[in-house]
């Protein structure tokens, strides 16, 4: 579509705008050529107004001649030829346009005013030309930089995607080691605690990599999801780690992002209960409330546990995914009370029953 | 000649079959690897496991208290991991197998002078191997000492968030905020908290590196002052100044300890 008339406003802007061009180009020529103004008008307003359509091709010409790829002499050449043929197709147009006034109404001499004006006619037509030549590169060099700038943000786009639902998708390598450790380590003194051990850990699995790409599951499911990593942190950490989960009953089947809950849980295990000496207990609960789902965990914390602090790269990831989907409506906020670490994240209730994408 | 070297092999061979098993303890916070390890060491009568501990606290005071020749030590376990036990108990540990699910700890394990290094899950053969090393290395040699562990390269680079204390099989760690300041003391150094006094075997200079420099400054030579205790400079002449602590301690400041606290301030 031609950059002028994309939009309706632009375009009656650009035909009225024209229109006058065209009267006051009339009246000026009528002057110099000492043609009755009314006549004038009457004879040359409806020609300069074709003369739009004859101008706006150059821009699809322009497109294909771009500056920068092509010689300057050979733009030059070529722009100056369409603008000696436009000129004459023009010229006779306008000349078929006098004839027809001149035999509608006798009394004037349409084709010799016509033929007056005409010199005067090109030399506008010819500065018009260029001025719109000028315009149109102008108009492409900008659409260029604004469809550049348009693709480095779909990039950019498209990037933290991808790493969103890498991070959301990561299982730490550390832990399948440590799960193949403890597998190792009863598989023999335990054979059907293994065994059950492998299941829930290829549920683990199952779950961590079909969630990867869907990005909403029911709350049941993210709770069954971390129920099946717990138990197998449990196998490692014994009696340091209990756990403590109640959802009501009737938000389980409520929709929420995907793998939301085991980064927070995850979280808990590593820097939470593994930082304590004595371990401790996991508090999750799961209410509804003023519209919202109010997801609660709590894990003690031992600040000086730990050598290092983690990154925080997984509360941030999460934080991002639920702005993403909810905007302002969903919050992800951390805290400290004493000796516990609680995270609670609140969703829109009913927005999440229209399972956005 | 030759019947009575081989007489003597006969005697130093025999010698060894009958020596006492070497007492080892087992330093794990996983219940399963303290178990299947305790039950891979069973095939190996030359050792005698005298213990397990589930974490760095215990493992301190059980070295402390039983004296064990050698330590099978997991790296990672709350609050204590291995490479801060060996800190504490240096000087009464002869020999260190590390046992452990990651590789990246390797070189830092050897650096520390261990025996050898085991990957988890433990690998029977790999773990004889590692028990003969042990055996053939009691009573042929000193047992080398983990003094290098002062020196490693790795554990330096990293400013410290706590100080690891031992108090006979008592551990403390101290956060670094609470530390008021730390003195020098011939081979010791004092960290006083607002409460009370905690020896270490250590040295000032030692410490300064692994302290955050824009928080601890060395006002003497004797002397590493947490600045967020500071109250003020009071000087005395020209040459002598005092800094006065939050709690009206008084410490002295050198010269180029002055020069020091104001580059800082």
Redesign the interface.
């Known amino acids: 579509m031609y950059p002028l008339f994309r939009t309706p406003n632009r375009l009656i802007a650009m035909l009225v705008g024209w229109s006058l061009l065209s009267a006051g180009l009339s009246v000026l020529v009528s002057g110099i050529t000492d043609v009755p103004t009314g006549r004038g008008l009457i004879l040359f307003a409806p020609t300069y107004f074709v003369w739009l359509f004859f101008l706006i091709p150059n821009y699809y010409m322009c497109r294909t001649l771009p500056l920068d790829k092509r010689a300057w002499t050979m733009v030059i050449a070529t722009q100056t030829w369409i603008l000696l043929a436009l000129a004459l197709i023009w010229a006779l147009l306008g000349r078929g346009y006098a004839l027809v006034l001149d035999s509608l109404a006798d009394s004037v001499p349409y084709l010799e005013y016509f033929s007056e004006g005409l010199f005067s006619n090109l030399i506008f037509f010819a500065g018009q030309f260029e001025f719109f030549v000028l315009l149109h590169y102008l108009l492409i060099a900008l659409q260029r930089g604004r469809d550049l700038e348009k693709q480095t943000l779909q990039q950019e786009l498209l990037t933290s995607k991808a790493e969103l639902r890498a991070i959301r998708a990561t299982i730490h390598p550390h832990f399948l080691f440590n799960a193949l450790n403890v597998l190792a380590n009863i598989t023999d003194s335990e054979p059907a605690q293994a065994r059950n051990f492998c299941l829930r850990l290829a549920d683990f699995l199952r779950y961590s990599v079909a969630y990867g790409d869907r990005p909403t599951a029911t709350l049941g499911a993210e709770l069954e999801h971390v129920q099946n990593y717990l138990s197998i942190e449990r196998e490692r950490f014994g009696e340091r780690l209990c756990t403590d989960i109640e959802a009501e009953e009737e938000l389980l089947e409520t929709p929420v992002p995907s793998l939301m809950l085991f980064p927070l849980v995850e979280n808990a295990i590593k820097h939470g209960i593994d930082s304590c000496i004595e371990g401790g207990c996991l508090k999750m609960r799961a209410v509804a409330g003023d519209g919202g789902l109010h997801i609660e965990i709590s894990n003690p914390v031992d600040e000086l546990g730990h050598k290092r602090q983690g990154t925080g790269i997984g509360l941030i990831s999460l934080r991002q995914r639920l702005k993403n989907r909810y905007g302002d409506e969903a919050t992800l906020q951390t805290c400290r009370e004493d000796n516990l670490f609680i995270a609670r994240i609140c969703l829109p209730l009913r927005r999440a029953s229209a399972a956005v994408n | 000649m030759s019947a009575f070297t081989k007489s003597v092999r006969r005697r130093k061979l025999s010698g060894m079959a009958k020596r006492e098993p070497i007492r080892c303890l087992i330093v794990d ?5 303290r ?2 390890l305790q ?1 891979a060491l069973a095939r190996h009568p030359e050792l005698d496991v005298i213990g397990l501990c589930e ?1 760095g ?1 215990q493992a301190v005071k059980a070295i402390n208290e039983q004296h064990p020749q050698l330590l099978f030590l997991d790296v990672q376990m ?2 204590l ?1 291995g490479f801060d036990v060996l800190e504490l108990v240096q000087e009464q540990i002869p020999f260190v197998i590390f046992v452990t ?2 590789d990246q700890y390797a070189v830092q394990a050897f650096e520390a002078n261990a025996v050898d290094y085991l990957l ?2 433990v690998d029977p053969k790999r773990l004889a191997q590692a028990v003969e090393k042990v055996v053939a290395r009691v009573g042929m040699e000193e047992p080398s000492r983990l003094q290098s562990l002062l020196a490693d390269p790795v554990r330096e680079r ?1 400013l410290m ?2 100080i690891l204390v031992r108090d006979g099989s008592e551990v403390h ?1 101290l ?1 670094v905020d609470s530390v008021m300041y730390i003195e020098a003391a011939d081979d010791y150094v004092a960290i006083h908290t607002a409460q009370d006094t905690h020896i270490k075997l250590d040295r000032l200079s030692r410490l300064q590196k692994k302290l955050d420099p824009r928080q601890f400054c060395r006002i003497h030579r004797s002397y590493l002052l947490n600045i967020n205790f500071l109250s003020r400079i009071e000087s005395e002449s020209k040459d002598s100044r005092i800094a006065i602590l939050t709690d009206k301690r008084e410490l002295p400041i050198s010269r180029s300890g002055y020069g020091n606290l104001q580059k800082l301030l």
């Open positions: 916070d996983e219940p399963h690897a178990q299947a039950t974490n606290l709350p609050k991991d699910a990651y988890k899950p990293e968030r706590r760690v956060p």
